[in-house]
């Protein structure tokens, strides 16, 4: 007689054992070898004395039901093992690699935070050439932070102001949570980083027109009216340079005698609505087309040339940007006493913080003109 076939249980790491009660029964248990440890689970399963054809089939029935609980038990290992093994080869992905597949996602959703990506792409490589995913542990965020703050990275061969360097480093954050997230690392590292390890994000000093150089620009031609417009529009609504380039007459509606301009904005891909001041309505061009744009403006470094040149003619010392004029339009509504909650609701902000930042702006223009006085008397 020939030897019998090994089944899949017979293969398994996992075996099926019977401990004899007082009772007559057999108890089923599994045995399994860890490190040369035995670990034993109980079925629950009991064999009967095989006294009768009936008890004969319950525990052929019951034997079934032990096994199929092996195999289960031992398909999921192989599962684990495959997972574990497709995890280390994932993680062995050269970093370039996976922030192109990260660009890629952001191109496809519309979101203008692939540039970063792809400025911190030019970044590593210079800092680690050739890194992979694995070898992005603590030491690695530790070290590129001091690089970072250290190294001569800008055209003039100094190093990063703090602000860069610490968006440089977040961007690394969202590239190790994105890896984390999906699969191609174990652990994320970033989560190790206290905060004295991060690069801390220096305090904000946003700069804003007065209500005079708004109306010296105001009083400024431009050759360029479409830019001139956009930004003075912006600076009587507040949307960002994005959302501004995108605008369409088909944003712009009325309702209940009010214009609102409604949009997704780019940033974030939250949708916002706003009602329009008079001041707003009065820098739109002539309406066309619902699809078409309404300022119809050119690439952002075009737009900064043509802003700085703009700025220059009107007598401006300040460097002109569509940022400038968001910040312009936050110390707008804190000056007109809007209270904090309704101007991060119209500022598209997702809670009061960033707008709090206007309020001190404020508050320190105040104690600059009380200090003035207290000079003048």
């Known amino acids: 007689m020939g030897r019998r076939k090994q089944s899949k249980v017979d293969k398994s790491p996992f075996k099926l054992r019977r401990r004899k009660l007082s009772d007559g029964r057999e108890s089923l248990f599994i045995d399994r070898t860890v490190d040369g440890k035995h670990e034993y689970e109980f079925l629950k399963l009991y064999l009967v004395p095989e006294t009768s054809v009936k008890a004969k089939r319950e525990n052929a029935k019951t034997l079934r039901q032990a ?57 590593f ?14 030491k690695f965020c530790t070290d590129y932070a001091e690089w970072l703050k250290s190294e001569p990275l800008t055209p003039q061969g100094k190093p990063l102001a703090q602000a860069t360097a610490c968006s440089c480093f977040w961007i690394l954050g969202i590239i190790l949570s994105a890896a984390w997230q999906r699969g191609y690392i174990k652990n994320n590292p970033w989560k190790l980083l206290s905060f004295q390890e991060k690069i801390a994000r220096p305090e904000s000093k946003r700069e804003f027109l007065t209500l005079d150089e708004v109306r010296k620009l105001e009083n400024t031609p431009y050759v360029k009216e479409n830019i001139r417009m956009a930004f ?6 507040g949307l960002r340079v994005g959302d501004v380039t995108n605008l369409c007459w ?12 409604s949009v997704v904005m ?49 007598g401006l010392g300040k460097h002109l940007h569509f940022h400038l004029s968001r910040h312009t339009y936050g110390t707008m ?6 209270d904090l909650y309704t ?8 809670d009061v913080r960033p707008t709090q930042i206007y309020a001190k702006i404020i508050d320190k223009k105040k104690e600059e003109a009380v200090s003035l006085i207290d000079k003048a008397f």
């Open 67 to 123: 096994e199929e609980i092996i195999l289960a038990k031992t398909e999921d290992m192989v599962d684990d093992k495959a997972r574990e093994e497709a995890a280390k080869d994932k993680s062995k992905m050269p970093l370039s690699d996976f922030i192109d597949l990260l660009m890629e996602e952001y191109k496809q959703r519309g979101q203008p935070s692939y540039r970063h990506l792809r400025a911190s792409r030019t970044k």
């Open 125 to 138: 490589e210079k800092f680690y050439p050739g890194a992979r995913l694995c070898d992005m542990d603590k």
């Open 250 to 261: 088909k944003d712009i509606s009325v309702n209940g005698g009010r214009h609102f301009v």
């Open 266 to 314: 780019q940033k974030n891909s939250k949708p916002i609505s706003l009602p329009l001041p008079a001041k707003a309505l009065s820098w739109l061009p002539e309406r066309r087309e619902p699809e078409s744009s309404v300022f119809s403006l050119p690439s952002h470094s075009v737009l900064r040339k043509h802003l700085q040149k703009w700025a220059e003619q009107a």
């Open 232 to 237: 003075l529009f912006a600076c009587y609504c």
């Open 333 to 338: 509504l804190i000056t007109a006493g809007v």
């Open 343 to 350: 101007a991060s609701k119209m500022m598209g902000h997702a």
